[in-house]
T-cell receptor
């Protein structure tokens, strides 16, 4: 099956620092990768869509200068939370669609829990 | 993108069959219906996907009526480990990949 891996699975950082989360498709090429965030007891909220080699498309209300997304290859996308603050503490999840898929099936990473002190 | 509506929560005893229905009145012709399961602090996991009629795999069945405006996920003989949140999404071809998660259905299985 298609495997998506995120790293790190959890991270604690001080307020004001930047944190990078990696999302890799291990056994397939991902045309598109999506980044979500999820607060406790809530559903996943789409933050941005990234396509390899182009700029990410951010959802309304998501600051692109705060949440930097880079999709340099068909197997790797990164999310950098810049100048993190406690309100950025959340569960961040990436997903990917397989190149050539027409069903829209999403393959999800394990998620990364960010805690900003 | 088609919006989905599901019950917020459901309870079931172990060993029973559970049916979770999702409404998606605005589903497009090219859209597929996909169900995901999510445990706490984990990413969602694919359960089943279908376009029309009935699909069955080793863990669930998916029933889709002819008008495709709804779908029902059927979990046979649930166990405590099936306690999770279940999401249905619609989307698919031509870049209309399912992006938006609804609130999902929180299933609690009781011994």
């Amino acid at each position: 099956g298609a495997v998506v891996s995120q790293h790190p699975s959890w991270v604690i950082c001080k307020s004001g620092t930047s944190v990078k989360i990696e999302c890799r498709s291990l056994d397939f090429q991902a045309t598109t990768m999506f980044w979500y965030r999820q607060f406790p007891k809530q559903s996943l909220m789409l933050m941005a869509t990234s396509n390899e080699g182009s700029k990410a498309t951010y959802e309304q209300g998501v600051e692109k200068d705060k949440f930097l997304i880079n999709h340099a290859s068909l197997t790797l996308s990164t999310l950098t939370v810049t100048s993190a603050h406690p309100e950025d503490s959340s569960f961040y999840i990436c997903s990917a669609t397989r190149q050539g898929s027409n069903t829209g099936e999403l393959f999800f990473g394990e998620g990364s829990r960010l805690t900003v002190l | 993108l088609a919006k989905t509506t599901q019950p917020i929560s459901m309870d079931s005893y172990e060993g029973q069959e559970v049916n979770i229905t999702c409404s998606h009145n605005n589903i497009a012709t090219n859209d597929y219906i996909t169900w995901y399961q999510q445990f706490p602090s984990q990413g969602p996991r694919f359960i089943i996907q279908g376009y029309k009629t009935k699909v069955t795999n080793e863990v669930a069945s998916l029933f889709i009526p002819a008008d495709r405006k709804s779908s029902t996920l059927s979990l046979p003989r649930v166990s405590l480990s099936d306690t999770a949140v279940y999401y249905c999404l619609v989307g698919g071809f031509s870049g209309n990949t399912p992006l938006v998660f609804g609130k999902g259905t929180r299933l609690s299985v009781i011994a």
